[in-house]
């Protein structure tokens, strides 16, 4: 018995992506600098906390309902065909009172904060829950996930100004480019699976402009990152991190020229660097 509790557990982990940080680090970085940035470096240490749960929190539901959804696909796709609800190491229900739980958590999470977010956040709720339909009818899903991932931004104003402003819409705008650049390159990993079973994704849609593509977002997203610096007043530093996020974007596109799924991953896992980096430039240059 207790060893059966033990497998269920590890599955729920597993699904939650807990053995892979990289997408809860790919959506704290920016919301942690929202944060130094739209508060000018002083930043409420209560929703500092709040929020770094809430990105762990609504990541992990993500995963769930992304599953949930994909069951059928994933076990038709070489890099997905061991995840939990394909083997069977974790059921449907069990899925869904998961994701429940992971919601419910965040939500109590949104007390500490104000209505004005808890609005935001439900706007948030109905984009990360949907997102893994589009993938069925529309043909750039990563741009719905551009969404979701920035969503978080919106809440944080919301949440340290209890309103929207400039900054808060550059900074939505420099992660949005930053997401459709780095998912662009996770999906070029499925491309050929994606293609045999009917999944829509950005790297299909761009065809074989797809690595002009992602150069081209990360530059846009950089450039809004620019435009953030200079409309907050950030010292040197923080350009200076953008300068060492561009050679990252370099080594990324030299990592995926030959479209091998293993380097295209690695590509990917690189965008940590750049999220932290701007973080650093933003923490030190507010």
Known sequence: MKKNVIEK???LSYLMRFDKPIGTLLLLWPTLSAFYILTEGKPDPI?????????????????????????????KVERTKERPLVTGAVSKNEALIL????????????TW?????????????????????????????QAFLGFAFSWGIIMVSAAELNSLNLATLLIFLA??????AYDTIYAMCDKEDDASIGINSSALALGNGVKVSIF???ILSLIFWCYVGLYGGLDTIFFFTLFLSFLFVIRQMLLIKDYDRNKCLKAFKDN?????????????GS
Do not use: E
Not at 114 to 138: E, H, I, Q
Not at 175 to 180: A, G, P, V, Y
């Open 99 to 110: 994701f429940c739980v992971l919601l419910a958590a965040s939500a109590y999470l949104l």
């Open 113 to 141: 904060t104000n209505k004005f977010t808890f609005l935001m956040a439900c706007l948030g709720v109905f984009l990360t829950s949907f997102y893994p339909l589009t993938k069925r009818f529309f043909s750039f899903p």
């Open 175 to 180: 992660c949005f480019f930053w997401i459709l």
């Open 272 to 284: 940590n660097w750049i999220g932290l980096l701007i973080f650093i430039g933003t923490f030190l």
């Open 9 to 11: 557990l590890i599955g």
């Open 216 to 218: 081209i977002f990360h």
């Open 47 to 75: 929703l500092l906390v709040v929020f770094s749960l809430g990105a762990f929190l609504m990541r992990s539901a993500g995963c769930v309902i992304n599953d949930f959804f994909d069951q059928d696909f994933d076990g």
